[in-house]
């Protein structure tokens, strides 16, 4: 089984450095009035967020200006969470992910998330997690496709994990863990199993059509069982 998890409000909270820097480089690069009025960010691709970051600002989202954006949001993110105890695990969450890397004849664990690698990196690693204990990763910016979309990111994974695992791998064996209505709809469009977790901006209500909804991560012998269903 591959169980994929989604990063903000899933596995960790930065309080919101990340909108933070994206505002700080957009003040830094185009204007001091760059602000974030209107843009949805939960459960978005980075590449998506930043362009609608531009235009919201009255720039044109040319793939320059989103490159010199995701390049100072890079570095202003690092600087952001370098000092420690902003990036923090959820509740549950490093139990769960340890817990599951520990049987890895049945569990093969992976991300799925809006960020770019490298800003996801950061935020992993600030709050004490090694991306390298998820061996698929699928980051904002792997869409095959343009306009991107997050719907698109499982196809990826399915392939990246029938590579690992030598075989074609079925939707079925596949679990996507995340806290919004996008991380629920990238699953269904492509038949995978899905457990929303209300530890972000939607509550158990907004999220109850996915497969199961928990209020946290916290009882991991509960979310585990669930998932060897
Ligand atoms: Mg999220």
């Given at each position: 089984m591959l169980v994929l998890f989604d990063i903000d409000a899933t596995l960790l909270t930065?309080?919101?450095?990340?909108?933070?820097?994206?505002?700080e480089v957009g003040q830094r690069l185009h204007t001091?009035?760059?602000?974030?009025?209107?843009v949805e960010f939960h459960g978005r691709l980075d590449p998506l967020i930043l362009a609608d970051m531009l235009a919201a600002n009255n720039i044109d989202p040319t793939p320059e200006a989103i490159a010199a954006m995701r390049e100072g949001y890079g570095r202003a993110l690092?600087?952001?969470?370098?000092?420690?105890g902003i990036s923090q695990l959820l509740p549950g969450?490093?139990?769960?992910?340890?817990?599951?890397?520990?049987?890895?004849?049945?569990?093969?664990?992976?991300?799925?998330?809006?960020?770019?690698?490298?800003?996801?990196?950061?935020?992993?690693?600030?709050?004490?997690?090694?991306?390298?204990q998820f061996p698929i990763r699928v980051w904002g910016d792997d869409s095959p496709h343009d306009p991107p979309a997050r719907d698109h990111l499982p196809g990826v994974a399915l392939e990246r994990v029938s590579r690992v695992w030598g075989r074609?791998?079925?939707?079925?064996e596949v679990v996507i863990i995340g806290d919004t209505p996008h991380?629920?709809?990238?699953?269904?469009?492509?038949?995978?199993?899905?457990?929303?977790?209300?530890?972000?901006?939607f509550g158990r209500d907004d999220l109850?059509?996915?497969?199961?909804?928990?209020?946290t991560?916290?009882?991991v012998e509960a979310v585990r069982r669930w998932l060897m269903q």
């Open positions: 930065t309080d919101e450095a990340g909108i933070r820097a994206m505002v001091p009035g760059f602000s974030a009025d209107g690092a600087a952001r969470l370098a000092p420690g969450a490093a139990e769960l992910v340890a817990s599951l890397a520990a049987e890895p004849d049945r569990m093969t664990l992976g991300l799925l998330t809006g960020n770019f690698p490298e800003t996801g990196t950061t935020k992993l690693q600030a709050a004490g997690l090694d991306p390298q074609q791998a079925r939707s079925e991380d629920i709809a990238c699953a269904r469009a492509h038949g995978c199993r899905v457990l929303a977790v209300a530890t972000g901006k109850a059509h996915a497969d199961k909804a928990v209020e991560l916290g009882d």
